[in-house]
């Protein structure tokens, strides 16, 4: 059975500092890797979407890597605003294409 | 507009009674999902569907019902069973590749 765990759980950093979020899940054989973004109360909007054949995706001051056979993806944030305070998700699609979800980081940028 | 749409947004339950949570999609998406989100714990999965009238139950189905009649709609019922049903419940459907979520439900128990 697919695990997924995300470390650190929680980080508080003041803003303009660049971050990495960190992903691992046990079993290699993915389809794909989401990243999500969910705030208080609120659903989950996808940040970033890595193939199994891609290693990394880009979008603004987001990027996201994927190292399928180490079990693990990493979430860079650039620069970062207090407007980016949330949980941030990861999920592993694999076997039977149900998204499997790590606990989540939930970050705090202060100004 | 496309996208994923779960109403209430928010709901009270008295003990001993069932209710029901809407999710609809507009996305022609086959596969739709349940998720329930409690704090610490992240997403479990309650139920699943891959095609229309077939649906599988995820790792805390006990308690919760679904049905799987029409390729928009995949409602989930927290019967009197469900010993807990205080959280906030989350509807996805999914392509083959990227998964998208509706804003949530959140069932208190009164």
């Known amino acids: 059975k697919q695990e997924v765990t995300q470390i650190p759980a929680a980080l508080s950093v003041p803003e303009g500092e660049n971050l990495v979020l960190n992903c691992s899940f046990t079993d290699s054989a993915i389809y794909n890797l989401q990243w999500f973004r969910q705030d208080p109360g609120k659903g989950l909007t996808s940040l970033l979407l890595i193939q199994s054949s891609q290693r990394e995706q880009t979008s603004g001051r987001l990027n996201a890597s994927l190292d399928k056979s180490s079990g693990r993806s990493t979430l860079y944030i650039a620069a970062s605003q207090p407007g980016d305070s949330a949980t941030y998700l990861c999920a592993v699609k694999s076997g039977s294409y149900i998204p499997t979800f790590g606990r989540g980081t939930s970050l705090i940028v202060h100004p | 507009d496309g996208g994923i749409t779960q109403s209430p947004k928010y709901l009270f339950r008295k003990e001993g009674q069932n209710v029901t949570l809407s999710c609809e999609q507009n996305?022609?998406?086959?596969?739709m999902y349940w998720y329930r989100q409690d704090p610490g714990q992240g997403l479990r999965l309650i139920y699943y569907s891959q095609i229309v009238n077939d649906f599988q139950k995820g790792d805390i189905a006990e308690g919760y019902s679904v049905s799987r009649e029409k390729k928009e709609s995949f409602p989930l019922t927290v019967t009197s069973a469900q010993k807990n049903p205080t959280a906030f419940y989350l509807c996805?459907?999914?392509?083959?590749?990227?998964?998208?979520f509706g804003q949530g439900t959140r069932l208190t128990v009164v």
């Open positions: 996305l022609n998406h086959d596969a």
């Open positions: 996805a459907s999914s392509s083959v590749t990227e998964a998208f």
